[in-house]
């Protein structure tokens, strides 16, 4: 079966991209760069979600769904260090509007609000039978400013910006039908998978810094999306095992559940942490840059290298996790 | 059953609008418009196409489906007078691409190079049982050449851009399921219905003019699409019955099918048309100008009026059509 990368490179292979000045990036990164005016770009992303493959109301409050599709965009603005600024809603539904869809709407809006982001659009059609949203996000960012995830360079330390894998262990513990009673125990990984909060305000600081080589969000886990952002910057990468930051609470969970820990802290996805590369002689300034501004810790979890593939080093151990983490069409 | 409009006016009634002096104009109409620079402006648009409600590939050849999506999108553009630039392409199938997916892609991205407009960006994702597309475009436009939907004023004449009433026709047909050899006598009606082109030509052309008050394209169908222009204007509108353009094919297809012919003329939709008014004075002017630029022939088919409501005249019988075209959850 074909993966979502295949599928990509294939929509990508069939482009006869007529050149246009206008766009400083296209397909490859978190968003689209177009030239917006002389000094500023803008950015855009899109998303889709499906009830019952991206969302499953039994465990997901609607007005989280709502939050959540707002969040995932948005986070893909905050990878590369813009503000955000207008959506597009498109919804399909079969038959009639779902009962659940007030509830969605006050929390997309409201999560929309927070940043200052204005609705402009969207489309609202019936579908045959799946519920499914597209989030279309707008964002702005001077265009020297933006980063890319092709920026990485050979001795570049790997960061990540919190706990990794807190997202998929909550989604596994819904699966798991533990009841309510039981969840409530793990409800800051249920928390973490239902709610997520995009890391905009951490993306324009490290946007600000002039410190940071290559960005982008963690959406399909570590091994996944590290692997595309040595793809991009023709590099390779080693994560230490030691240095991956996991919660408590994850390592609790998986020892319930039985599951692998490293399952979900590499492979999991929606994490929606910041995921950024710089030169070791800047770690300092970062942290402090960081914690200056209260956007929490930042973990340095392994190195750029000049060989392709991304590796795990666990002890004496070394293992390739290239495009190991989650993908639409084999999971 | 809330109707479509009913849904849009919620989310609408839902949104605690920040103050945004860069939007000139959001939801409620073709485009949203956007400040690019000093002089331009980006407008954007979004449509979601379901397999088996907005496309069946039963009698719809996949690459034509592709044109089809990118077509009705950038109908949108050609409505407000831009020239289409990037689009966005959002996928989601079940289980794995669909058999269709290279056809559709080609015909799509063939549809998009006509009009030299680039793929940006997009999503790829796994549905639980629909096919459906999200295509998402960006086009642009000198600010004060943009045409609205709220430009009309009383006395103006309504014209369109070609006969109406063709695609639902063809899509009728092909719903009666003929047979290919039936279906070819009917080929021009088939094709309206399968292949729109949009008419960014003569978008382009009448915003340069600077003789259109208002303009909008007719996917809904005449009744329901002038109801929106009126609605945006604070106007009515009369339509008279003699003065609709209608193809003999459609004639004769409505005759073999004992379909009123109005039914597809006024409510059938997709004729991705242009919709627009302007002051009788104008009419030869606007006339001569279409013609030098080869951009077929315009009717006009009413007028607006002070009084609210869309009215149908035929002979001396007057009769209310308000937003009696196609509505996604109602038909």
Redesign the interface.
Known sequence: ??S?RD??A??VS?????P?G??V???GDD??V?N???RNC?L???????????FDLAWHPPALVGRKAAAVNLSDIAAMGGKP??A?????FP???PTW??DF??GF?AML?EY?V?????????????C?I?V?I?GEAARDAVIYRSGAVSGDLVFVSGVLGNAAAGLALCRAALGRNALQKWKGLVGAHQAPEPRIGLGNILAASNLVHAMMDISDGLATDLAHLCEESSTGAEVARESLPVSEDLEAAAAELQMPVLDWVLRGGEDYQLLFTAAPEHEAALRALVREKNEGEIFAVGRITAGRGVFLQEGSKRSEITYQGYD??RD
């Open positions: 079966m074909k979502e599928i990509i294939h929509v069939l482009l006869r991209l007529p246009d206008e766009v990036r296209g397909i968003c689209a177009i917006k005016d002389s803008f855009v992303s899109t998303d889709t979600l499906v009830e019952g493959v991206h600024r207008f597009l809603l498109n919804l399909a038959a009639s509007a869809l007030d709407l006050a809006i609000g200052a204005m609705l402009v659009g969207g489309d609202t059609v019936k579908s045959s039978s799946d499914s597209t279309t707008i639409h069409f």
